[in-house]
């Protein structure tokens, strides 16, 4: 299954558009357009992250693909069962997830990969829709302050209730927990704020959770 919003010429987003079109005519060859989630809605697993890199995901359109977070969870989801095939940095590698859907807080590449509060708040209604279309959902898993910010707004819940923390996990009802680590950002890895161990960690508590 996939799910299909937005549209690939979506316009909710002014500044995402002109920014997709500037894109366009600089790198002809790139995807440029709202990224589509990877892995199928009847996962338990959904990753979600913060938005496209410009010649990451934005390049290949597949989330975190040929973008250094990429290079960080998609090995660690191998190692731990839950994908299998070689990742190499491109949409038609043949990797695939098993039981994991990686999805983005914001569809569209961002400028300097920040999002606006507006940009968050027009894209929170996909997401909305895809958490609900994830009948066996059991674990969100949310890369970054972003990423947790939007799940919470997208499910109603308060931001003061579940506050960011790495590691931490919080039953949020209906059957789903959800947890959180920093994001697998090439910032985060080279500052030690996040190592590859921390988020084999995080991966074993999702299968320890499961």
Known sequence: ???VL??????????????????KNKYPSYYNGPVPSFG?????V???GLAPGLHGANQTGRPFTNDYAGDILYPALKRKGLA??????KKDDGFELINVR??????CVPPENKPVTDEEKNCREFLKKEIKEMNN????????????KNVLASLGLKQSIYKFKHGMV????????????????????NTGVLTEKMFDEIIDKIKGLL
Do not use: W
């Not at 990686?102 to 569809?107: D, E, K, L, Q």
């Not at 959902?137 to 947790?148: A, N, P």
């Open 1 to 3: 299954m996939t799910f």
């Open 6 to 23: 937005p549209d690939i010429n979506c316009d909710l987003c002014s500044r995402l558009c002109e920014f997709r079109l500037n894109n």
């Open 40 to 44: 199928n809605l009847d996962a338990e």
């Open 46 to 48: 959904l990753v979600v």
């Open 84 to 89: 299998k095939g070689n990742y190499q940095k």
């Open 102 to 107: 990686i999805t983005n807080a914001v569809r």
């Open 137 to 148: 959902l059991k674990i969100i898993l949310c890369l970054g302050t972003i990423s947790h």
């Open 170 to 189: 919080y039953d949020i009802g209906n059957g789903v927990k959800l947890i959180d680590s920093y994001h697998t950002s090439r910032y985060n890895i």
